[in-house]
């Protein structure tokens, strides 16, 4: 069996993600079987039930591995599927994604918000925000998404640090301005990429593509608005889980 190269960057479940997806590839954990129990793996991996459960889901979202409560997590496939699934139940599973995930900054400039943009941003048509181009990347370096994110000029000077923080973005511009956040607005459309977006993420021009905007704000004024350019089709998924309750 695998064991997890320890590092002092590389969070602890990712290494038993990496661990367990060797075992299953090399055949360790055949095609139909059932991994151990999350018991086993907790004594194995000397870790929390929290860590290996996080480390399986990630085996879920790469199509390896089928998840029931109750009857354990079952090999579908030896190798990713090569869809990525991105669930989502609060805005801790958006903090959880970013800090799992690298940011890469491509271009940082000034822009001007022209009519349809400032309608979509909630802002007013003439405005300079400040335009911030990144690719979103695995931690093995795959590219995920281009994020094009809209911040606020009292931030300009500060948003290249967090970028390259270990972290959601939104949530360190909450900290600088001294202000929760509010609520976040999200809007999600199938569209084809612009030459710029299938440039980035290595597809034809016009491929179908997700776009989600997210738009982050305090009580008094947006901080951040994000547009989120993931691979269409068949390579990515995007799961939201309602919870029902009383009303």
């Known amino acids: 069996m695998s064991e997890p190269a320890r590092t002092a960057k590389t969070p602890r479940y990712i290494e038993i993600f990496k661990a367990l997806r060797a075992d299953i590839g090399s055949g360790e954990f055949a095609i139909g079987a059932l991994l151990p129990s999350e018991a086993s793996l907790c004594a194995r991996f000397e870790v929390s039930r929290f860590t290996v459960r996080e480390a399986l889901r990630r085996l879920q979202s790469d199509g390896m591995v089928s998840r029931i409560q109750g009857a354990g997590s079952r090999v579908l496939r030896d190798a990713p599927s090569g869809i990525f699934v991105q669930n989502y139940r609060s805005i801790s599973d958006l903090t959880q994604y970013a800090a799992e995930t690298e940011l890469e900054l491509l271009k940082i400039e000034d822009t001007v918000l022209d009519d349809d943009l400032a309608e979509r941003l909630g802002q007013k ?12 990347r695995t931690p093995e370096g795959a590219p995920l998404a281009l994020v094009e994110s809209y911040i606020a000029q009292q931030f300009k000077e500060i948003a290249p640090d967090l970028v390259h923080s270990n972290g959601p973005i939104y949530k360190g511009l909450a900290e600088v301005a001294g202000a929760d956040i509010d609520r976040v607005d999200q809007e999600t459309q199938a569209l084809p990429a612009p030459y710029h977006v299938a440039e980035a993420l290595g597809i034809a021009e016009h491929a179908p593509t997700l776009r989600i905007l997210r738009r982050y704000a305090t009580a008094s004024s947006l901080l951040i608005a994000s547009f989120n350019w993931h691979y269409g089709g068949d390579r990515y998924i995007h799961r939201t889980r309602i919870s029902l309750g009383s009303d």
């Open 125 to 136: 048509a003439g405005e300079t925000w400040v335009l911030m181009r990144a690719l979103r």
